[in-house]
């Protein structure tokens, strides 16, 4: 049964960092892709940035480009967000999930494509 477990996620301040980690299990086969989405109160769950392992390739939401990276551990069971420069704006769930589908590079962030998904971590920036 596949799992993914969220962690890392809690309270910084403005210009602070967090670094998210997603424990993945109960694959058999390597899935095409991995991404976070997050979900601030009142808002559309948004996707934040995705690796796609197939391409090799990662992407990432306008909003935090050069302040989030994505990166995948060295048993690859173990995908983690590094948040810097984190801002007012970034406060919600922050969750993972996996996906079986061919990475798209122009829509990498669509919920559908997503097979599995974890219970989400809170992340909170606030003075």
């Known amino acids: 049964q596949v799992q993914l477990v969220e962690s890392g996620g809690g309270l910084a301040q403005p210009g602070g960092s967090l670094r998210l980690s997603c424990a993945v299990s109960g694959y058999t086969l390597d899935y095409n892709g991995i991404a976070w989405f997050r979900q601030a109160p009142g808002k559309d769950r948004e996707g934040v940035s995705c690796?796609?392992?197939?391409?090799?390739?990662?992407y990432y939401a306008d909003s935090v480009k050069g302040r989030f990276t994505i990166s995948r551990g060295n048993t690859k069971t173990t995908v983690f967000l590094q948040m810097n420069d984190l801002k007012p704006e970034d406060t919600g769930v922050y969750y993972c999930a996996t996906s079986l589908t061919h990475i798209v590079p122009s829509h990498p962030f669509v919920p559908l494509i997503y097979d599995d998904w974890g219970q989400g971590t809170q992340v909170t920036v606030s003075s």
């Open positions: 690796l796609s392992i197939t391409e090799n390739s990662t």
